[in-house]
């Protein structure tokens, strides 16, 4: 399944001053920030949570066998906590290259801790790209994750990651936790 989106997202939001960008994370990016950053804050977003509801064909899984990956689904009430870096635009060339299986950048407004607010990019995977495999009940969702794995590794460990993550960050996220739970076979 390729929608490759590197194009559509280098004409999306141009960086071209070269100033330095703020870029939420929510999935990997929590706990996986292999570029530069100059700053990396914890920081909030409302209006979205995240779900396990897009394929992973090029890294937690692959075309004949897709794992699950996180994306955002717009939720009134909803506040999703993740990890802001400060970037300079070239990291975006990298990112845009890492998300290119159906993700778009996003411009939200950010909260951080002490409540000041800025504006910066996200990515997000819309229900119409072809890689949105969608809801499923989370006992479902774990079982695709526990048989799923890709050239970035097994799709559990990513869960096992998050998980853990989020736990640092005080999100109590009870979709992931949910599926933690039954990947890791408690009751
Ligand atoms: C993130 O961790 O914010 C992220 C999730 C999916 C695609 C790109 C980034």
Redesign the pocket.
């Known amino acids: 399944m390729t929608t490759n989106t590197i194009e559509i997202n280098r004409l999306r939001y141009p960086m071209d001053d070269g100033k330095p960008v703020w870029?939420?994370?929510?999935?990997?990016?929590?706990f996986k920030a292999d570029f530069p950053y100059l700053e990396r804050r914890e920081a909030r977003i409302e209006g979205w949570s995240r779900r396990f509801w897009?394929g992973s064909y090029d890294h937690r899984g692959t075309p004949e066998a897709p794992g699950r990956?996180?994306?955002l689904i717009e939720e009134e009430g909803a506040c999703c906590r993740?990890m802001a870096y400060r970037v300079s635009p070239e990291v975006f060339t990298h990112?845009d290259f890492?998300?290119k299986n159906g993700?778009l950048r996003f411009m939200v407004a950010m909260h951080f801790a002490d409540n000041r607010q800025t504006q910066g990019l996200?990515?997000?995977?819309a229900p119409d790209n072809a890689a949105f495999l969608g809801q499923a009940h989370e006992s479902e969702i774990a079982a695709q994750i526990a048989r799923s794995r890709g050239p970035s590794g097994p799709n559990d460990e990513y869960v096992l990651k998050l998980a853990e993550a989020l736990r640092e960050l005080g999100d109590h996220d009870s979709h992931v936790f949910e599926i933690e739970r039954h990947l890791l076979g408690e009751e």
């Open positions: 870029l939420f994370g929510y999935g990997s990016l929590i897009q990956v996180v994306t993740g990112l890492r998300e993700y996200l990515y997000i995977a």
